[in-house]
């Protein structure tokens, strides 16, 4: 079957323009992360999506980063006036349930802000 | 979080078996350790997991010391296309509530194969 899709892959903008990424999780996992990997760092978790409760926003770094999850499905990361320090691959998971032992990763969408 | 120390690099010839280490001395009693891979431009890939025994399955091996204060990832034939960063995470089996089911990433193993 399908894995996570995301898009676009990557994604060129200018310092203070908007952008948005979109996220398609597994079929039926109900739970959805966003990780975002700078340049030779490790993966910093986001946010996080279950079912229909409320979003763990604790790892997004500013006002400007917002997301959400229409349909228990799809999701997409917004950031706002967006700054040169926003570039970074961002990397959407999936897992069967919150409790899943196993996250899969989509492919990532290259930021790069200039 | 439970902290993990891995070695940055480490290089393996084609066709040896290779043993990544992993410390994690101040892992609690429910602490389940968790093995990611990321292969060069791609996210990141389940490996394995284990809480207290050793467990195999078809890509790898987890052997997990009797204090669990360390573990090793064992490949047992590396292959080119195990080249990747390899990361040792812990995850926490009791949950607090939203927010404790993400993935920590640390810097990970950076694992080179020879030919």
């Known amino acids: 079957g399908a894995g996570v899709s995301q898009s676009p892959s990557n994604k060129v903008t200018e310092k203070g323009k908007d952008v948005e990424l979109r996220c398609d999780p597994i079929?039926?996992?109900?739970?959805l992360y966003w990780y975002r990997q700078s340049l030779g760092q490790g993966l910093e978790f986001l946010i996080y999506?279950?079912?229909?409760?409320?979003?763990?926003k604790s790892g997004l770094p500013s006002d400007r980063f917002s997301a959400e999850r229409t349909g228990g499905s799809v999701s997409t990361l917004t950031i706002q006036r967006t700054q040169q320090e926003d570039s970074a691959v961002y990397l959407c998971?999936?897992?069967?349930?919150?409790?899943?032992?196993?996250?899969?990763f989509g492919p990532g969408t290259r930021l790069t802000v200039l | 979080d439970a902290k993990t120390t891995q070695p940055n690099s480490m290089e393996s010839n084609e066709e040896e078996p290779v043993h990544l280490p992993c410390n994690h001395s101040?892992?609690?009693?429910?602490?389940?350790i968790h093995w990611y891979r990321q292969l060069p431009s791609q996210g990141p890939e389940y490996v394995i997991h284990?809480?207290?025994s050793n467990v195999n399955n078809r890509m790898a091996s987890l052997a997990i010391a009797e204090d669990r204060k360390s573990s090793t990832l064992i490949l047992h034939r590396a292959t080119l296309r195990d080249a990747a960063v390899y990361y040792c995470?812990?995850?926490?089996?009791?949950?607090?509530?939203?927010?404790?089911?993400?993935?920590?990433f640390g810097k990970g193993t950076k694992l080179s194969v020879i030919p």
């Open positions: 079929s039926g996992h109900t739970a």
């Open positions: 101040t892992i609690s009693g429910t602490d389940y």
């Open positions: 995470i812990l995850r926490g089996g009791t949950y607090s509530g939203a927010g404790s089911y993400q993935l920590t």
């Open positions: 998971a999936s897992s069967l349930e919150a409790r899943g032992n196993e996250q899969f």
């Open positions: 284990g809480l207290t």
């Open positions: 999506f279950q079912g229909n409760s409320a979003p763990d």
